[in-house]
């Protein structure tokens, strides 16, 4: 069984940054995708990016295309999302994924619990 750990949320003003982080762990970790996805009061689950795990490949959300870069580090099973230039639409919790890939939730099969991210305006 593979367990997903994020971390990194907060709250924070609009054009501030935030780092988030996904640590993996459990049997031997060797995921197609990994991603990220997010969900707002009252909203659906929405991808934000993910990442192709042994290439590094990324793919992002139109929303956050260049404010949010996406890395992995291998050695340490862990994925970070890197935020700048906040704004309050992007608050919401924060999901970290693992699975086939692609932009809707079905394609994960592994979900950690979720950080909050608060973005004032």
Known sequence: QVQLLESGGGLVRAGGSLRLSC?????????????????A?????????NIRWSVGTTTYADSVKGRFTLSRDNAKNTMYLQMNRLK???TGIYYCAAGVGGSVPLGYGYWGQGTQVTVSS
């Open 23 to 39: 640590a993996a762990s459990g049997r031997t970790f060797s995921p197609y995708i990994m991603g990220w996805f997010r969900q």
């Open 41 to 49: 009061p009252g909203k659906e689950r929405e991808f934000v990016a």
């Open 88 to 90: 309050p639409e992007d």
